[in-house]
């Protein structure tokens, strides 16, 4: 009906946000009437929220039962296209685990591609791959081989 488009026109960012970041009183308003006026959304919305504490788990045992439990509810779901994202992450969730036992993020991980593109263009021209590889080891002391 009109009234449920006109309170979902617009609305993406708002959706996109992360809830605790939403501190304006009148956006909060309008996501929970937002979320009100479509049920699908608001499945689809505390999924989202749901899988974002994956990456807060410290124990692998305790956040694969999290993603067993969030993939159940996702697959039980009448909503296609989050059964279908619900499948194509599945083969994914070992790399998500491992974020419990090693807690890199993207950023450190491009920090040491960055300085290893470095070295490699310090050494253009060298053939010697044992040579290189053990200047990037010696460009990172504190991690083990």
């Known amino acids: ?6 309170v979902i026109k617009g ?8 809830k ?4 304006r009183g009148e956006d909060r308003v309008r996501l ?7 049920r699908n959304l608001m499945i689809v919305y505390v999924l989202k929220e749901d899988l974002k504490q994956l990456w807060q788990y410290k124990y692998p045992k305790a956040a694969h039962r999290a993603w067993k439990n969030w993939h159940r509810r996702a697959m039980q779901s009448a909503i296609e296209p989050l059964r279908r994202f619900a499948r194509r992450l599945k083969p994914y969730v070992p790399g998500i685990l491992a974020h419990c036992r090693f807690g890199l993020h ?3 991980l491009e920090g040491i591609n960055n300085k290893i593109k470095v070295i490699k263009r310090m050494a253009y021209g060298f053939r010697d791959d044992e040579y290189f ?4 080891r010696a460009a990172f002391p504190g991690i083990p081989r």
């Open 1 to 6: 009906d009109n009234a449920s488009r006109t």
């Open 11 to 18: 609305s993406r960012w708002l959706l996109l946000r992360n």
């Open 20 to 23: 605790a970041n939403i501190t």
């Open 32 to 38: 929970y009437d937002l979320l009100d006026a479509n």
């Open 106 to 108: 993207t950023s450190l």
């Open 133 to 136: 590889f053990l200047k990037i």
